[in-house]
């Protein structure tokens, strides 16, 4: 019987995607620019399910039923126009292309477009979950057209991760929305692990803990609201002891964080969309920051820190703090994400389903927590909200944990322990609730200096100052 899909791109995430795909009793045709890898997955896995492999695409495409379902699970930019480019003309109208790496959105909206007007499918999809997720069901964002998705849906669903017999996988939205999605999920990551990663240098810094004591802090965290995936594995790192040294693991890594670039996507469109998204900017900041070698060079150990760097807390009164900060600090970050989901989602007509975005982070991909569920309850309540921190759930978590949140940023401060991803949330928190904001004295200035108007609390128009001759107020 000819094969029910194929993949095209056997590295780690597309070998194991096509595992899943036969584990799962379908047929899988597989192919891979270079043949080694083509045959070296038959070779070990061939016994797992129906494998059809495929030395170019045209075998590829033939070996398919139609209409047929092809996934690309190649390196992200050229090389997936190179792969389209090559498999656009060996296909026939109402063939189905899913692009499963991580490509940007605004590519999967050209590339969907382009082939939209050949009378193809191009669905760009978001994957989460790394070779893990990828081979034992990964956290699924398809994108592309409804039609498509009534092809494809039965198939991803299968293969995605379930949590209480739900799948994580949800189709977003039409053209770039899934890649979108999955790249705002990156974007929390990145912040989810900024957060943690301050969480535990506060500890450790001003209670002077081990990392084998953090990580059984960690792992206490593990067992309530913060319970999640980064949580879990955060225990696990700082128990590690380093099999050279027989220290800790985590001090003889070099303290440089490397990136990708999907968290800087992230902010990048985030600021295009005018949506703060401080906790993720922070967070590619703090890693942009720990690699800058020469300015930290330059500085560590010249520039003075507080006088007075010890804290007077007690141990587990702190501990509890930090708890509280972190969990805080998280929901803000996920506030903001939402707020860039709903904004780009307006901008480009994806009408996205936002609690449906976190059902399908549950389970299968890095971000996966308990509290999503609380996402999900938060937009089920109410669908307009307009902040997840205005919801009930939201508001009261924050209610109980923000004195604590605002005594470990000061600590952190007074101490000199940099905890960027904590001030910035706290700040965007107490910027959202204030019913006045210093923008007026901003407006001020730049009508003072760029005749640029301001508008007035007491009556609709724009208005501008004569500051430089009798400073009377004339319509704009
Ligand atoms: P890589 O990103 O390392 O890409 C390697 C694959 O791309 C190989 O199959 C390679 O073929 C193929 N390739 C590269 N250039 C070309 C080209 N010009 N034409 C045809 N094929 C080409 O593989 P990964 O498995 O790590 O990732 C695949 C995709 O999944 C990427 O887009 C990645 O961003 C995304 N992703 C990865 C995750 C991860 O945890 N690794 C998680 C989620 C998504 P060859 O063997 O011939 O060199």
Request: aromatic share 8%.
């Amino acid at each position: 019987a000819p094969a029910q899909i194929a993949v095209t791109g056997l590295a780690v995430m597309g070998r194991n995607l096509a595992r899943n795909l036969a584990r799962n009793g379908f047929r899988v045709a597989v192919h891979n620019r270079s043949k080694s890898r083509t045959d070296a997955l038959i070779e070990e896995f061939g016994h797992e399910g129906e494998f059809t492999p495929a030395d170019d695409l045209p075998a590829l495409v033939a070996s398919l039923e139609q209409p047929r379902k092809i996934i690309i699970m190649v390196k992200a930019g050229e090389p997936t126009d190179a792969v389209i480019d090559e498999l656009v003309p060996l296909l026939d109208e109402g063939d189905i292309v899913v692009d499963a790496g991580n490509a940007h959105f605004a590519d999967t909206r050209r590339r969907e477009n382009a082939l939209r007007e050949k009378g193809l499918h191009f669905v760009g999809s978001g994957v989460s979950g790394g070779e893990e997720g990828a081979l034992n069901g990964p956290s699924i964002m398809p994108g592309g057209s409804p039609e498509s998705y009534a092809a494809l849906g039965p198939i991803l669903t299968k293969i995605s991760a379930h949590v209480n017999g739900e799948p994580c996988c949800v189709h977003v939205g039409p053209d770039g929305a899934g890649h979108f999605v999955k790249m705002l999920h990156n974007g929390i990551e990145y912040a989810d692990m900024q957060l943690i990663a301050e969480a535990y240098d506060l500890l450790r810094q001003v209670l002077g803990l081990s990392p084998a004591e953090l990580a059984d802090v960690f792992r206490d965290w593990n067992s309530g609201d913060l319970e999640s995936f980064l949580i879990e594995i955060t225990a696990e790192v700082l128990s590690q002891v380093d099999p050279t040294t027989g220290g800790p693991f985590v001090d003889v890594v070099l303290d440089q964080a490397e990136q990708k670039g999907t968290g800087r996507w992230t902010v990048q469109v985030a600021l295009d969309l005018g949506i703060p998204v401080s906790g993720m900017a922070e967070a590619v900041f703090g890693r942009s920051l720990s690699g800058d070698v020469v300015r930290r060079s330059a500085a560590a150990g010249v520039l003075p820190g507080p006088a007075e760097a010890k804290a007077d807390v007690d141990r587990d009164a702190f501990i509890e703090d930090v708890r509280h900060a972190l969990y805080a600090s998280k929901l803000v970050a996920y506030a903001q994400g939402f707020d860039a989901i709903r904004a780009a989602s307006e901008q480009y007509d994806w009408d996205i389903d936002l609690g449906a975005m976190a059902t399908i982070w549950r389970g299968g991909c890095i971000i996966r927590a308990r509290f999503l569920d609380r996402i999900k309850e938060a937009y089920d309540r109410n669908p307009a909200l307009p902040s997840l921190l205005v919801d009930d759930y939201f508001k009261e978590a924050v209610a109980n944990g923000q004195e604590a949140w605002r005594r470990v940023v000061a600590t952190a401060a007074s101490v000199g322990v940099p905890a960027p991803g904590f001030s910035a949330a706290l700040s965007y928190y107490d910027g959202l609730r204030a019913e006045r904001l210093p923008a007026a004295l901003i407006q001020g200035l730049r009508d003072l200096f760029g005749a640029h108007t301001y508008r007035r609390v007491d009556r609709d128009g724009a208005f501008h100052l004569d500051w430089s001759g009798d400073r009377t107020e004339s319509p704009a």
